[in-house]
């Protein structure tokens, strides 16, 4: 055996940083701050409750309210740019771009439905819409896609609870708005201008990528932050229906949103612990208190055996491809892809072929809600509990299908396109409750495709990161996010919008009545919106059956060990460390 002398003592306490400075630079910190940026940049999935005061403020017809709909979400999706970004710069740049998108955007909407200014063109408010909802993605890309890269062993838990988040915010948004502004929907325009911007630029020097390591219990964590997220969604549910039957006044709703805010900051108890124990890690580790160590020969052979493997990793290190290289001669799927290696092959088009239908029919069902109500008669009031039931169950989608497909894909290796795939289906039966009006069906259909629309994209981006690596994720998850607007300007656009226009315009020459110029365009009853939705529902299955080929191809592939690679690369770093640390340690007695 081998017998080594500490000669470390003591002299390790100097250099120990405190535990406030742990606390605030630690890879848990940029997970919290990651929920807050998450919480408020969710904007664009509330134009339902906005959406009225800029039809009837302007003047717009449904085809006009659609369009800007459109440009609304292309903006939100299309994040090609904060990718690109994102690769050259670090995160505080990209959340630095989106809050200024942000406010910029926003705050041109409030002025032009509060006639501060002279009434946009509709191109102009189209590129309003388009750059106030586009902050959203570089607030994901640039808080969203750190995490993913300083928890790669967890990006399901990662994605669904971060993802969970942005699928509260309406919610969350909502509350603070009622409490700030009590029933001003034009003011609601103006909060989400300025809110995501404020949170942004707090926490610009937070958020940070890290070096992966392992911690034993990280997964139990994610479950801790999952709880006080699932008390959030709890009371947010629980405010929505004692709302919807009893008038809050805005100090009832003040007390609400104290109470939002306080779940809201919860998170940071989990955080402190961890934090605390990683600090408390260290300070054992620079303070050994046996100043004799005793060293089996089999720990040393084991030793030597790693740093063998470690040495010859680094020795002969392999080259990696530009972005532009070796376009039709990809690596094997988990291993990273270039950008046009990724965009060229055939699981990237069927993943975008499948969510094109699934995400763009989801889309046009939220961002009608409010015209879907109106003429299928439910009452003004109603039309805040669809957006704050979506909302809810938008959130209980994402964390439903990150944690659950990430527990089912480590313990049973249940492939996540399946999941995909059966999500894809439900959504169909929330399209067709629309269409027939079914009694009280829009509450159902709210709470279905809610769901619906929140499981796919942690599914999406989890499998585009599985299949393609996290060396381009930045740019790949961007990408990832097109299939949404494409969907949505052919099925809300050219679909939807134009055969309710074309229904309303048939009930006014019903009324013998012609529509004037400037004048917003109604439709009432069944028929306004019952073909576009099987239309929808059609499209839909089709996405869902076109997803089934991508879970055939990638079968052999879940059934691996897919993280492999991440734990070893997280190990070569604890390697490194504890080389750095026998430094330290050079008196060695061996018998």
């Not at 315009?505 to 439709?523: D, F, I, S, V, W």
Request: hydrophobic share 50%; glycine share 8%.
């Amino acid at each position: 055996m081998a017998i080594k002398i500490n000669s470390i003592g003591v002299h390790g306490w100097g250099d120990m940083r405190s535990l406030t400075v742990q606390f605030i630079t630690g890879r848990w910190f940029i997970m919290f701050a990651s929920f807050l940026i998450m919480a408020a940049a969710g904007a664009t999935y509330m134009f339902a409750l906005y959406s009225g005061d800029i039809k009837t403020a302007l003047g717009y017809d449904q085809s006009t309210l659609n369009l800007l709909s459109f440009f609304k979400d292309f903006g939100a999706n299309v994040g090609i740019l904060a990718g690109f970004v994102n690769e050259i710069y670090p995160p505080w740049v990209v959340l630095t771009i989106g809050a200024i998108l942000n406010f910029f955007g926003y705050f041109m909407i409030w002025l032009s439905v509060t006639k501060k200014i002279a009434t946009p063109k509709v191109w102009q408010m189209c590129l309003y819409i388009c750059i106030g909802a586009n902050s959203q993605s570089f607030a994901n890309t640039g808080s969203l896609v750190t995490c993913v890269k300083n928890f790669p062993e967890s990006r399901g838990a990662v994605l669904g609870v971060l993802k969970g988040y942005v699928g509260l915010s309406g919610a969350i948004i909502t509350q603070l708005y009622s409490a700030f502004y009590y029933d001003d929907t034009k003011a609601l325009i103006l909060l989400i201008g300025w809110l995501p911007a404020v949170v942004s630029f707090a926490f610009l020097r937070t958020v940070r990528y890290m070096k992966p390591v392992r911690q034993v219990n990280e997964i139990k964590v994610f479950y801790n932050f999952l709880y006080i997220s699932l008390g959030l969604a709890g009371f947010l549910l629980a405010m929505i229906i004692i709302q919807k039957k009893t008038n809050f006044t805005q100090s009832e709703f003040g007390l609400s949103a104290a109470v939002v805010i306080f779940l809201l900051l919860l998170p940071l108890v989990v955080v402190f612990i961890e934090e605390n124990k990683i600090w408390r890690s260290k300070k054992l580790a620079l303070v050994d208190s046996s100043p004799v160590k005793i060293v089996t020969e089999g720990e040393i052979a084991e030793t030597e055996k790693v740093n063998a493997v470690h040495s010859v990793s680094v020795s002969s290190p392999k080259k990696d491809p530009k972005w532009y290289e070796d376009v039709f001669h990809p690596p094997a799927r988990g291993e990273d892809y270039t950008i046009l290696q990724a965009l060229f092959s055939i699981d990237m088009l069927i993943l975008f072929v499948a969510c094109i239908s699934g995400v763009g029919g989801a889309l046009t069902a939220i961002d009608n809600l409010n015209q879907i109500g109106t003429s299928l008669r439910y009452p003004k009031k109603s039309i805040s509990t669809f957006v704050s039931l979506v909302s809810i169950w938008n959130y209980l989608g994402r964390v439903f299908s990150g944690f659950v497909s990430e527990y089912v894909l480590v313990k049973y290796k249940f492939p996540r396109p399946l999941m995909l795939t059966l999500i894809l289906f439900i959504s169909c039966i929330g399209h067709l409750l629309i269409a027939f009006d079914v009694p009280s069906g829009l509450y159902a259909a709210s709470v279905i495709i809610g769901f619906c629309f929140g499981a796919q994209w942690p599914l999406l981006f989890a499998i585009i990161s599985e299949l393609f690596g996290l060396k381009y994720y930045a740019t790949l998850y961007n990408f990832g996010s097109v299939a949404s607007p494409l969907g949505l300007y052919v099925l809300n656009v050219m679909i939807t919008g134009h055969l309710y226009d074309k229904e309303g315009k048939k009930q006014l020459e019903a009324l013998g009545r012609t529509r004037q110029e400037g004048q917003q365009l109604n439709c009432v009853g069944v028929e306004c919106f019952k073909l576009s939705f099987i239309i929808i529902t059609a499209a839909t299955f089709f996405g869902a059956v076109v997803s089934l080929i991508l879970v055939a191809r990638t079968r052999k592939f879940y059934k691996s060990d897919i993280y492999k690679r991440y734990r070893e690369e997280a190990e070569m770093v604890e390697v490194k460390k504890k080389e750095d640390a026998k430094a330290d340690q050079p008196h060695v007695i061996t018998s």
